[in-house]
């Protein structure tokens, strides 16, 4: 019987089970604006959610609450969209990050 790669060693563009964990949805509860919500997300998007919170010293909550004041639409969308403007922004030598004030 043939065992699930892990990661390591998979042919390039082939699915690991590390992949599949990341692009599994994962429901959190989540403190937004004083009120207990439940948020689905992938994996993936929870830990980079975690890491931009605490490099700016913040709880995740506080930065969900923030991102939740700014959106339009679907809260989980906007937190996808917060993530992806904040990688695109670490990769931008001279630009601030979405949200922050120079």
């Not at 490099?55 to 639409?73: K, N």
């Not at 989980?76 to 990050?97: H, N, Q």
Request: glycine share 8%; proline share 5%.
């Amino acid at each position: 019987m043939k065992q699930p790669q892990t990661g390591r060693g998979a042919a390039p563009g082939t699915s690991t089970q590390t992949d599949r964990d990341d692009q599994a949805l994962r429901k959190r509860s989540v403190t937004v604006a004083g009120h207990r919500t439940s948020i689905s997300l992938e994996e993936a998007f929870w830990l980079e959610l975690n890491r931009v919170a605490a490099a700016r010293g913040q709880s995740v909550s506080a930065l969900v609450t923030w991102i939740d004041r700014q959106r339009r639409g679907n809260l989980s969308s906007a937190i996808r969209v917060f993530v992806l403007k904040e990688i695109a922004a670490a990769r931008e030598p001279d630009g601030p990050a979405p949200g922050r004030s120079s």
